[in-house]
């Protein structure tokens, strides 16, 4: 079905719709305004301010800045890195990250 910029794909994988949201036939994420939420299992949300949360490995990242939220104790804003509690590392010069 196409109407207004709305379909539906006959096996129900997505649908988008005016506002550019859609859902997954599994709910695994949802979109809506340009912001992500993976809501299976509540890993991780993206947000509009490139924010993300993720459950199991629990840290914040929001404007380049890591923050470990199970203590709050990491943050970065320097573009540096960071090494938590279980020796886990996170590099953040290059956008890129790595959990041990």
């Given at each position: 079905l196409v109407k207004d910029h709305s379909y539906l794909v006959k096996d129900h994988s997505y649908c988008l719709v005016k506002d550019h949201s859609y859902l997954v036939k599994d709910h695994s994420f949802l979109v809506k305004d340009h912001s992500y939420c993976l809501v299976k299992d509540h890993s991780y949300c993206l947000v509009?301010?490139?924010?993300?949360?993720?459950?199991?490995?629990?840290?914040?990242?929001?404007?380049?800045?890591?923050?470990?939220?199970?203590?709050h104790?990491?943050?970065?804003?320097?573009?540096?890195?960071?090494?938590?509690k279980d020796h886990s590392y996170c590099l953040v010069k290059d956008h890129s990250y790595l959990v041990k």
């Open positions: 509009k301010d490139h924010s993300y949360l993720v459950k199991d490995h629990s840290f914040l990242v929001k404007d380049h800045s890591y923050c470990l939220v199970k203590d104790s990491y943050l970065v804003k320097d573009h540096s890195y960071y090494i938590v």
